[in-house]
């Protein structure tokens, strides 16, 4: 019997959550995992705890947190007044990979859009992550857009 | 001299953007524009302006509201816990393009930015918006990402 589980996020989690965003090739030269954490990890959670329309979701297994991502619902004239759902910072856990995990969590998270009453779930990802272009084609996701990005 | 001024929408700049919105090649298919607007482009400007991380921007020249643009302020433990500024619904009036206003618009929003502590600006764009590409990448914006979107 699995004992896996998707819930929002607390702030015990924080740690699992950073390590496997950088554990990642883009990631680990971007992120600090180490012990303890940056103070700039805490404050970033309380925003997004803080925040009504930020929802960051873990998925766990017993006592093992082994995926993340998270929810943005974004309110917008257009679409004719049609809210969007963002997801960002997706992330199974290395070591458990290929279990169709992924899967389902984004299955979880579209639920959680339709409910907000989403008319579209919208993402970027990285030119370069081609397992994850095929990973959100087969969930439907359609490559219509150029995603851009400005570093301040 | 120019009356040209940009400052966050009120209620009563709703239909002019909703005007611009459907005056595009894309937004034509999706927007209705008739008055009395539909009573979901007032829903979605009432969430709008009661998020404080969401801001719809115009930009005006005496009573005219010539361009438009929203920035979702994203919190998130990505990036350090750095803070993203994403932008959405970006609209020039038609007959005010060629002027360089869609650089005043977006060097006043990056600005906006930059105010917030964001480490990042993000947007997309529609593949076959081909002006766009080349007006985002002339402001600095690297086109890293594909952006995916599901329609539910």
């Not at 329309?53 to 006592?63: E, I, P, S």
């Not at 081609?130 to 959100?136: G, L």
Request: hydrophobic share 45%; charged share 25%; with cysteine.
């Amino acid at each position: 019997m699995s004992a896996i589980d998707i819930r929002w996020a607390r702030e015990t989690d924080i740690a699992a959550i950073v390590a496997m965003l950088a554990d990642d090739p883009l990631g680990q030269a971007r992120e600090d995992a180490g012990l303890p954490l940056s103070q700039a990890y805490l404050d970033a959670f309380a925003a997004i705890d803080g925040d009504p329309n930020q929802f960051l979701a873990v998925m766990t297994d017993g006592d093992d947190v082994i995926g993340t991502l998270q929810i943005t619902f974004i309110a917008g004239l257009s679409l004719r007044g049609g809210r969007r759902g963002l997801i960002e910072a997706v992330r199974v856990a290395a070591w458990r990979r290929g279990e169709g995990l992924g899967q389902r969590l984004f299955e979880w998270a579209i639920d959680k859009c339709r409910e907000r009453g989403c008319r579209v779930v919208q993402l970027t990802t990285n030119k370069s992550r081609t397992d994850a272009h095929r990973f959100y084609e087969r969930l439907g996701f359609k490559a219509s857009h150029i995603g851009y990005k400005l570093e301040l």
